[in-house]
């Protein structure tokens, strides 16, 4: 190909690229209009009666029903209302979304080299056959989408979701608040400091120099003044006295001269300073960090060793925190080893020993997983009985012959708000809210990576919102390498912070989110099925439809543990 024909090339595909990121942001607008449609109809529905939300949608699209809902209704596991409708979040115009594009089981895109997820690493037949994200051959299968939440609008709803259920609190000895939220804002109870203090060791002293020392202000005799004293008597005109770091400034003073700044005559009783004096030099006046009634902190601060000794220096004894979310954990799969080496079909399960950490590190109290393998039975128990805030299963999210999760919600009366979104690895993940006020379900894909990016887009940001967190700031680094993107989904890849020459040089510089940061470095393995990169990476790149190349800037999802230090045991994002 000649120079003149690889730049037209090029021209065409910049002008595809832009006429499908047009097309994106006009079905994000309309899905925005859609989406507190769809919270506004669950909110509603969970004070009723369990349903489905949309389960009034018109006669006329009542038939239009996938293999799944027939199979549903021919086995006798209908609920008696016909077809379990699902609501999709960001379907036009709020309208139920329809199921007949499970029937393929979510086998599109399937790229060559790719097994199927029950085969994986985490068998539970969601995402089987997906690629990375990178393929743009299209498989036989239906095509979602259509259908699919955009991902941007999929993790807005999940975070709006979470904000929108009532705060429980509680007050917690000081000691014990580490890692959780603050429930309401930090006010100063006193002045900070509450009076005038030494910043210095030295002498503390009235009017101009040369100074006659003092021995007996406050009755502190040879040593001065000290801290924890009460106060020193006035300081008279003239007179030097000897004082410690934190004491009580007399009144009447005029600065303090740090011990190393100063000459003192013994024979003359006389104290000189050998620098300039300038007035209020190393006096901590009262107020001057705040004073009583200031907020110090918002609520949803996070607290820190450092929000400690704020809390305890401006008096608290006390504070009031969120409850952490509490976090059920369902693992899927009948073919799921929890020891040893795979064998005879089985594979050993990776999201089970990943999942529960992942999500402390969010903020939440987790219990320990349960492996339910592939029983519809015990799944709809686990559901109707659990007392959690949110429950995450792991696989099952598919079309499969035992893929319980979609006919189990329908069962119980579940109103579905995400129902796949258009991300690469993991788009068949859903969100849901159970009847009657029950806890929000998180359902992620089998395949590992696949279930990575359920935390990331559902997860996180329903946890940030249930926990009174506010939603991390974004920001965006230069890619240094081209990468390669779906042509319609977004896609995440896991990649390395890269900071001057050095590659995968660790976290962004202290000064902010991506401060010090000049590329970031995308990694292998990265399919669906992998966990090799997301290992080895500190967070994960947006790519848009349609990929970027070398130099262009792109959204960066931190991993929740890449800033953690060890007191954090593993609270912290």
Same mark, same amino acid.
């Given at each position: 190909?000649t +120079?003149?024909a690889e730049?037209?090339?090029d021209a065409e595909?910049?002008?595809a690229?832009?006429?499908?990121?047009?097309?994106?942001?006009a079905?994000?607008a309309e899905?925005?209009r859609?989406v507190?449609q769809a919270?506004?109809?669950?909110?509603?529905?969970?004070?009723? !009666?369990?349903?489905?939300?949309?389960q009034s949608?018109?006669q006329?699209?009542?038939?239009?029903q996938?293999?799944r809902?027939?199979?549903?209704q021919?086995s006798?596991q209908s609920?008696?209302?016909?077809p379990a409708?699902?609501l999709?979040a960001?379907s036009?115009g709020?309208s139920p979304?329809q199921s007949?594009?499970r029937?393929?089981g979510?086998s599109?895109?399937r790229?060559?080299?790719h097994?199927?997820a029950?085969?994986?690493?985490?068998g539970?037949?969601?995402d089987s056959g997906?690629?990375s994200?990178g393929s743009?051959?299209?498989?036989?299968?239906r095509?979602r989408?259509g259908?699919?939440?955009?991902w941007?609008?999929?993790?807005a709803l999940?975070a709006?979701a979470? +904000?929108?259920?009532?705060?429980r609190t509680q +007050?917690?000895?000081l000691?014990?608040?580490?890692?959780?939220?603050?429930?309401e804002?930090?006010?100063?109870l006193t002045?900070l400091?509450s009076?005038d203090t030494?910043?210095?060791?030295? %002498?503390?002293?009235?009017?101009?120099?040369p %100074?006659?020392?003092?021995k007996?202000?406050?009755g502190s005799?040879e040593?001065?003044?000290l @801290?924890?004293h009460?106060?020193p008597?006035p300081?008279?005109?003239?007179e030097g006295?000897?004082i410690?770091?934190?004491a /009580?400034i007399?009144a009447n003073a005029?600065?303090v001269? /740090?011990?190393?700044?100063?000459?003192v005559?013994a024979?003359?009783?006389?104290l000189?300073a050998q620098?300039q004096?300038?007035?209020g030099?190393?006096i901590?006046?009262?107020?001057?960090?705040?004073?009583?009634?200031?907020?110090?902190l918002?609520a949803?601060?996070?607290v820190t060793p450092?929000?400690l000794?704020?809390?305890?220096?401006?008096?608290?004894?006390?504070?009031?925190?969120?409850?952490?979310?509490r976090v059920?954990?369902?693992?899927?799969?009948?073919?799921?080893?929890?020891?040893?080496?795979?064998h005879?079909?089985l594979i +050993?399960d990776?999201?089970?020993p990943m999942?529960?950490?992942w999500?402390r590190?969010?903020?939440?109290e987790?219990?320990a997983?349960r492996?339910?393998?592939?029983?519809?039975? @015990?799944l709809q128990?686990?559901?109707?009985?659990?007392e959690?805030d949110?429950v995450?299963?792991?696989g099952?999210?598919?079309a499969?012959?035992?893929d319980?999760?979609?006919p189990?919600?329908?069962k119980i009366?579940?109103g579905l708000l995400?129902?796949?979104?258009?991300?690469?690895?993991?788009?068949?993940?859903l969100?849901a809210r159970?009847?009657?006020?029950g806890?929000h379900l998180v359902g992620?894909p089998?395949n590992?990576?696949?279930?990575v990016?359920g935390l990331?887009?559902?997860?996180e940001?329903?946890?940030?919102?249930?926990?009174?967190?506010?939603?991390?700031?974004?920001?965006r680094?230069v890619?240094?390498d081209?990468?390669h993107?779906?042509?319609h989904?977004t896609r995440?890849?896991p990649?390395?912070?890269?900071?001057?020459?050095a590659?995968?040089?660790g976290?962004?510089?202290?000064?902010g989110?991506?401060?010090g940061v000049?590329?970031?470095?995308p990694?292998?393995?990265?399919?669906?099925a992998?966990?090799?990169?997301i290992a080895?990476a500190?967070?994960?790149?947006v790519?848009p439809p349609?990929?970027v190349?070398?130099?262009?800037e792109v959204?960066?999802l931190?991993l929740p %543990?890449?800033?953690?230090t060890? %007191?954090? !045991?593993?609270c912290?994002?």
């Open positions: 190909m +120079r003149a730049q037209a090339h595909a910049d002008r690229a832009q006429a499908d990121r047009a097309a994106e942001r079905r994000a899905e925005d859609a507190d919270l506004a109809l669950v909110a509603g529905q969970s004070s009723r !009666e369990p349903r489905f939300v949309a949608r018109p006329a699209r009542a038939s239009v996938s293999p809902q027939g199979a549903e021919s006798g609920t008696g209302r016909g409708p699902s999709a960001g036009s709020g979304r007949s594009d029937s393929s979510h599109d895109d790229s060559p080299g097994s199927p029950r085969n994986s690493g985490n539970s037949g969601n997906h690629d994200g743009s051959g299209q498989g036989p299968a095509d989408r259908q699919a939440t955009a941007s609008e999929a993790r999940a709006r979470g +904000r929108g259920a009532a705060p +007050r917690l000895s000691e014990r608040t580490l890692g959780h939220v603050l429930a804002p930090l006010a100063a002045d400091p009076f030494s910043a210095m060791d030295g %002498w503390v002293v009235a009017g101009p120099g %100074w006659a020392l003092g007996s202000v406050g005799g040593l001065g003044i @801290a924890g009460s106060a008597v300081l008279p005109d003239g006295v000897r410690a770091t934190g /009580r007399p005029t600065a001269i /740090r011990s190393e700044h100063a000459h005559d024979e003359k009783g006389l000189y620098r004096v300038i007035p030099q190393d901590r006046p009262r107020g001057q960090e705040c004073r009583s009634g200031d907020q110090l918002p949803g601060t996070l450092a929000v000794g704020l809390s305890a220096a401006a008096g608290y004894d006390e504070l009031v925190t969120v409850l952490r979310p059920d954990v369902l693992v899927l799969g009948d073919e799921l080893l929890t020891a040893g080496l795979p005879g079909g +050993r990776a999201l089970g999942i529960g950490p999500l590190a969010l903020g939440a987790v219990s997983p492996r339910l393998g592939d029983d519809a039975e @015990a128990h686990a559901l109707t009985t659990s959690a949110l995450i299963t792991t099952g999210t598919a499969g012959p035992v319980h999760v979609h189990v919600l329908a009366g579940a995400v129902d796949g979104v258009a991300v690469r690895p993991g788009h068949p993940m969100l159970l009847p009657s006020g806890p992620l089998g590992p990576l696949a279930a990016s990331l887009t559902l997860a940001p329903l946890l940030r919102g249930l926990a009174g967190r506010a939603p991390e700031a974004p920001y680094v890619v240094r081209e990468v993107g779906h042509p989904d995440l890849v990649v390395v912070h890269g900071v001057g020459s590659k995968g040089a976290r962004p510089a202290s000064g989110a991506g401060a000049e590329h970031v470095v990694l292998h393995y990265n399919g669906p992998m966990l090799r990169g080895a500190d967070g994960l790149a790519v349609g990929g190349r070398s130099g262009t959204e960066i931190d %543990w890449a800033s953690a060890p %007191w954090t !045991e593993g912290f994002t």
